[in-house]
């Protein structure tokens, strides 16, 4: 039997993951102005998450991205691409270089993860709803072969609308996969609306709680604590595991955050140079 060894927990250097974060959303921005892509804020309002996930608690190595006892961590808000690539790109799953190709015909680094074509991208995501059901999938199939790796699925406050989330929702707590953790960034928006007047989705931890989930709030930009809580499972609940992670839409940009302008608007140069001061990063 080829059973995993769960990373062990370590203690949180909350302000090296903090530094680690501004420089992701200074990528994420670059990236954005060079493509003139959509859904800046949507990945800025991640970043914390992906600091917190591949910074402290995943179990795996780029060198390695097939590893089968490797931790998975599934983007199923697919929109906020341009994050993922930049993390991957900055631990060394392919050259920094390559993210000057994001959005380019030709490339590698379409607007929404693709499948089969970058190391570290476990799965083609975009259409809402399909990350968390993968993600039980490869949980159980971990179970089923003996493997004790972890899955982590972030998805969008927005995807929660979506009824294949509830499915998969009730068939990870009667399987009590307690290695997988869903992410959600409630980022109080989605495309052109806020969250809670297209669908009500409040109260959501408890609605995740009534779905058999041991699930907490959590404050989304909180890396240090996201990194504990992460790190963390299993949990001892014999439950899997919903953060509901609150965000801002455009964190770390003063004129960004909370302006559903920048789901589609791209900065110009004068914006991505006063963000990148406002990141500490000149």
Not at 41 to 46: I, Q, R
Not at 139 to 161: H, M, P, Q, T
Not at 185 to 202: C, F, G, H, I, V
């Amino acid at each position: 039997m080829n059973v995993a060894v769960r990373k062990a927990a370590t203690q949180v250097d909350a302000g090296a993951l903090k530094q680690r974060a501004a420089q992701l959303r200074g990528k994420i921005i670059d990236m954005s102005h060079a493509a003139q892509a959509a859904h800046l804020a949507s990945s800025l309002s991640c970043a914390d998450v992906l600091t917190a996930a591949y910074w402290h608690v995943l179990n795996i190595n780029p060198e390695q991205p097939k590893d089968p006892l490797r931790d998975r961590f599934i983007l199923s808000k697919g929109h906020a691409a341009a994050a993922l690539y930049a993390v991957l790109a900055m631990k060394g799953y392919f050259p920094i270089a390559e993210l000057e190709t994001y959005c380019q015909d030709g490339g590698r680094l379409a607007e929404h993860p693709p499948a089969n074509l970058l190391p570290g991208v476990e799965a083609a995501t975009g259409s809402l709803g399909h990350g968390l059901p993968l993600g039980l999938g490869m949980a159980l199939s971990g179970r089923i072969k003996g493997e004790a790796f972890r899955v982590f699925a972030l998805l969008s406050d927005g995807e929660n609308n979506e009824g294949s989330v509830w499915e998969a929702a009730m068939f990870g707590a009667a399987q009590k996969l307690e290695n997988v953790c869903v992410i959600i960034d409630y980022n109080k928006w989605q495309a052109t609306a806020r969250s809670n007047e297209t669908l009500m989705l409040a109260p959501l931890r408890e609605k995740w709680a009534a779905f058999g989930w041991d699930a907490h709030e959590i404050d989304g930009h909180d890396v240090g604590a996201l990194a504990e809580a992460m790190q963390n499972i299993p949990n001892g609940s014999g439950k899997p595991v919903a953060l509901i992670a609150h965000t801002v839409k455009g964190k770390g940009v003063s004129f960004m955050e909370d302006d559903n302008n920048w789901h589609y608007r791209a900065p110009t140069a004068e914006e991505v140079v006063k963000s990148h001061k406002e990141l500490g990063l000149t």
